[in-house]
């Protein structure tokens, strides 16, 4: 395996540790991980334009191919296979497609259930894929890409908050607040139209993409639904300003004051309430309903 392969496999190994320990935003690790992989890639480039990276030597070494499930060799593949590019524009969208779609559900659902939810999809559409090619002349075809893992969280998504209002990308047209039923309908109508105009072996995962997005409603359906809350707009949030006694704390309640999307505060008063501290007694503090109580002793804040 190439040296800069083995870099990449670490870089990947690094991201995914950092967001299992929730030291930085899921997406915001997925995106750099993949650059920096994109970056290996080029730098392994072997006489090939870059536009087309699939054949550098980074790309053979991480990309999958449904063979290898058939043979049960380079099986870690199914997993470094979600962060590697065929070219430029190919990365730039699926970056787009991660910052617009996965940043709202990490806010949303936070960033375990986040995690979840990209890598058990991003599975189901390599698995999806192979089905799709088991057999076929096609079965030794580099799949790579994190478009089978984006397409799980438009799934998720789209069951959990099917009406909240999301940026999102349509084609060229850039709208900056769509209702994710819309949005993800939009998406999901345009792979019908491309594997009618192009067919399944068009060059595009289509296999995996729709995988991954069954992945992700299945995942949601698992996932505990989000709670209803009273609105924000109905409660007094500056009782809570003597409790944000860290950077982050007064920072999540200006995200509080701020949002407009229910789910995205319901998320941020979750957070405040997780990482707030009793004052009398330093335990930790929970909503009910409009209330902000302690779970150790009497304190509480009333909201309304």
Partial sequence: MDPLSLVGIAVILVAVALMYLKRFGVTQLLIAACLVVFVLEMLSQRGFTLSDLSYSQVSLDLSYRTIYLQQGTNLETIFTSMFVHANFLHIVGNILFMFLIGVQLEDRIGKRNYFVVYFVAGFAAVLAESAFLWGAPANTTLLLGASGAIS???GTILILYPRDKIPMLVGPIF??????????????????????????????AFGAHLGGFLAGIVIAELLPKPKKRESVKELNLEQLEPLATTPQLKNALEHLKGEKEAAVRDAWLDYFAKHARCPRCSSALSFKGSKLKCDSCEYEVDLK
Avoid: K
């Fill in 175 to 204: 709208m900056p607040a769509v209702s994710v039923w819309i949005a993800v309908g939009a998406w999901f109508g345009l792979q019908l139209v491309e594997i009618y105009a192009y067919g399944m072996n068009s060059g595009t």
């Fill in 152 to 154: 799980g969280t438009m």
